[in-house]
């Protein structure tokens, strides 16, 4: 029971900020008078699905996914590392590493993307796009990536949760068009220059920039891709679902597409498959999803 409270805290105090800041912005928007930045139905469907997303993964976590942890934990190493300045930046490297191997899995298997697509169905990039998660990430999965390596090192649950809330939260603020380049940053960082190429959907953004926290894993492992060698970014994905304003739908469309296919085609290979598999082994899908609204301006 404590779990889920100190759960729904993180909740209560994380949101309280992210709204904060998500007005903030929106204010600075305003005054600059810059338009179509923020679309009130996305945004509002973003909060919504940001809100459902919260609240299950952190039961999730406090139920479950803590336990399994613990399980896990006693098989490993046991490392245990007293709290120091090295053994906490080691947690934070090698946690953002998981980070961007769960997050490259889930670009690159379709089971794991029908969740992931959610956040990345935004036609616009301000910091309400990073709450467009889906409540279904902690039944797919892929947290599996995310957390128990540390468990296997031999991390304690507690440093880990705070870990990758902090991870998250670091994501939170690469949502934004209103910080440009950062200088040296850029090099070691993951910043919102890097990040406006991740939510691309054109070519030569699709799959780029996994990084969590740092951005030296996708220069490392070839994933990497400029803003300034991205050409013109166009947020979103390669099929749009039909209904982008209602939160429900975007968080469980992915699914239901994927088990349609399953169906359709009777090939269980589309599951783990990446998610373009299926137009590239049988054709175009031909889905009939309607074309997104014009975006409102603010």
Known sequence: MQDVLHALFFVTAFGALFLGVIGAEYLYIRHKGKTGVYHPRETLANLAAGFSYKIVDGVAVALFIQAFYLWVYQYGLQWNPAASVLSILALIVFIDFCFYINHYMMHKVRWFWSGHITHHSSEHMN???????????????????????????????NWVLFAIEGNLVYQFFLHTEQIRKLGPLEKIMNTPSHHRVHHGSNAAQIDRNFGGIFIFWDKLFGTFRDEDHAGEIKYGVTHMPAKPYDPFYLQVHG????????????????????????????????????????????
Do not use: C
């Not at 709450?131 to 031999?154: C, D, E, H, K």
């Not at 899908?285 to 301006?297: T, Y």
């Open 127 to 157: 910091f309400s796009t990073a709450l467009r998660q889906n409540f279904t990430f902690a039944f797919s999965g892929s947290w599996v990536l995310w957390w128990i390596p540390a468990a296997l090192v031999g991390f304690d649950k």
């Open 255 to 298: 699914w239901v597409e994927m088990a349609q296919d399953v169906w359709r085609f009777k090939d269980l290979r589309i599951l783990y498959k990446h998610p373009e598999w299926v137009d590239e082994q049988y054709g175009d899908r031909n889905r009939s999803l309607a074309e997104s609204p014009a975006a409102e301006k603010i």
